[in-house]
């Protein structure tokens, strides 16, 4: 589980990062558990602690470029974290029901060890949540990309002109280096309207 919120984490924030530095900060991240139930008193249960060992674990697992690029790769950890526990949290309490009213009487159930389908919930629910919080990540920025980074484009060639649709190549920030002007990428049927 930790393994896929680092690959999810990686995903979002576009670290460059290796498998095997991944499956060693899952690896360090999963020895929290033991920890919390062999040494409940120990300094790593405590906020400060978690806050350590969280930062400890993104220093494993993606390599260092600057302090706000660890900064942001922290906080998106801990964003992909709570979106997938989050969903897991809303549809348990979504299909079970742990209050019932019984000759006017409220009645609730709690064991404290939980109910013996929640961790059969945990290991179909975490895949699946995992699954739905990417594909929401990616919708996400496909349509930051649609909406902030298309342009309507009039090109004026020969005393011609058309107008199209021009995306804005942000990563490579390509530009004429005698007008300094943005150079623009044109589709076959955009030339087509000049020379056909």
Not at 6 to 34: D, F
Not at 163 to 179: M, Q, R
Request: charged content about 15%; some cysteine; overall charge positive.
């Amino acid at each position: 589980m930790d393994g896929m919120i680092l690959y999810l984490t990686q995903g979002v924030t576009r670290a460059k990062t290796s498998n095997t530095r991944i499956l060693t900060g899952a690896a360090v991240a999963s020895c929290i558990v033991p920890v919390s139930v062999l040494l409940p008193n120990s300094w790593l249960v405590t906020i400060p602690g978690k806050f350590l060992f969280s930062v400890l674990i993104i220093l494993i697992a993606f390599s260092f470029v600057s302090i706000r690029t660890a900064v942001v790769q922290w906080l998106t950890f801990y964003f992909v974290t709570f979106a997938i526990g989050g969903t897991l949290v809303g549809v348990h309490f979504f299909l079970n029901n742990q209050v019932q009213l019984k000759q006017g009487e409220i009645i609730t159930f709690s064991t404290g060890f939980g109910d013996p389908f929640s961790w059969l919930f945990v290991c179909i629910g975490f895949p699946a949540s995992w699954f739905f919080t990417k594909w929401r990540m990616e919708h996400v920025q496909a349509h930051r990309l649609k909406t902030e980074d298309l342009y309507r484009v009039k090109v004026d060639f020969l005393g011609e002109s058309v107008v199209c649709t021009g995306l804005v190549d942000s990563g490579n920030h390509l530009i004429d280096p005698i007008s300094k002007k943005i150079v623009f990428l044109a589709d076959f049927h955009v030339w087509n309207h000049f020379f056909f």
